[in-house]
């Protein structure tokens, strides 16, 4: 009889080829977790900028932030009238110097230059002294126009080439007298506020310390 040949059982299980790593390694929020499931986190939606408006408000504000910020940097002198006058005059001459150097005496660069050094001296003169800011601004104006002013030789003919140039570039010298004048005028309301609010305060306590008068 013929006997039949029969294989041994295999006592050890079949290994199974494992799988391969996916690339890149795996996703951050992602990964198995105790129970066995995985769990995949939702990807964030990019954020809209928005309309081209709302960005150039953004860009506006955010240059407006910056300035104040450097103006605020900036020293905050308390100047006497005269020294106020004194500086607004030595500044522009310095400037109608340069503008004359630089930009062949452009009266446009001048006047832009002016109105910023008003703003300054009308900033950094004393509050006793605020009245003087209006009056000196356009006192250097002028005294910075005489390099500009390209008047004839003879002093008659400098102060008829000042007179004019002061009657053609008077919008520059009206728009720094009136910021100057603004920034003393909103300076002096501040501090008689600020007066008040002190002698407020200082009242308030004796007020109540007076005994009610009986009726």
Not at 80 to 89: D, K, P, R, V, Y
Not at 118 to 128: E, G
């Amino acid at each position: 009889m013929e006997q039949h040949r029969t294989r041994p059982p295999r006592d050890r299980a079949r290994r199974t080829a494992p799988l391969p790593p996916q690339a890149g390694g795996p996703r951050p929020g992602t990964g198995p977790t105790p129970g066995g499931a995985t769990v995949y986190r939702a990807a964030s939606r990019p954020r809209h900028p928005g309309p081209p408006l709302v960005i150039a408000l953004r860009r506006v504000l955010r240059a407006v932030r910056k300035g104040v910020a450097a103006v605020r940097a900036l020293p905050n002198p308390r100047l006497t009238g005269l020294g106020s006058g004194l500086f607004c005059m030595v500044v522009m001459l310095l400037v109608a110097c340069l503008d004359r150097l630089l930009f062949d005496g452009s009266a446009v660069a001048y006047g832009l230059l002016f109105l910023p050094v008003s703003a300054l001296t009308a900033a950094w003169v004393r509050p006793a002294d605020l009245v003087t800011a209006p009056v000196a601004v356009p006192i250097a104006f002028a005294v910075g126009m005489l390099p500009l002013s390209g008047g004839s030789d003879g002093f008659g003919g400098q102060v008829m080439g000042l007179v004019t140039a002061l009657a053609m570039h008077a919008g520059w010298l009206y728009g720094g007298t009136l910021i100057a004048g603004v920034i003393a005028s909103v300076r002096k309301v501040r501090i008689m506020g600020r007066k008040r609010a002190a002698q407020r305060a200082a009242r308030a306590p004796q007020r109540r310390r007076m005994p009610a008068q009986p009726s």
